[in-house]
């Protein structure tokens, strides 16, 4: 049985955007999903951002997932780049892997290159999904996370940064890709193929 991970992103706080419903989505097919308060978020720390997710995440296996939004993407990656054990997929929204030119708090995050040949390995399903035009992180920047990842690339036309605030309160989307990793993983499970 999958288990689901919100991580949010600068900013922001579980009960904001789409993640309230695709928590609730997710429940009326029985799986459960945490939507992590990162501390501090409005000057979020790296460390702090890492161990709240430590403290939070018992069990990495095959049945894990996460989803990131923004900041909570690379939090996600460098959660996995430090405890080093696969997992099932993650759903990264608005990702980023460099320096945002417009957030320059947030270049402790992304000082160090992602190591993203090991991530390939650890995180058995990747998809980013990007807007094609969003003014906070740039397209460009996650694009190029997807490309690394040799993830599956999703671009939502008008989608901005996919905040509530631009009418996101939902974003199927994401459920969609989650639908997939999970059906892909219990056909590989029992063997059949999809």
Known sequence: MPTLYIIHGYDAAPSHHWFPWLQDQLATIGVPCHILAMPNSGQPD???WLTKIEQSV???DEDVYFVGHSLGCITVLRHLERINQAIGGVVLVAGFAGAVPLL?????FTAQPLNT????QLIRQRSVIAADNDATIPFTLTKALGQQLDAQFLIVKNGGHFLLGEGFDTLPVVLDELRRMFELANAETSGNTV
């Open 58 to 60: 018992a069990v990495h």
């Open 104 to 108: 320059p708090q947030l270049d402790e």
């Open 117 to 120: 040949a090991h991530l390939r």
């Open 46 to 48: 790296l460390n702090a």
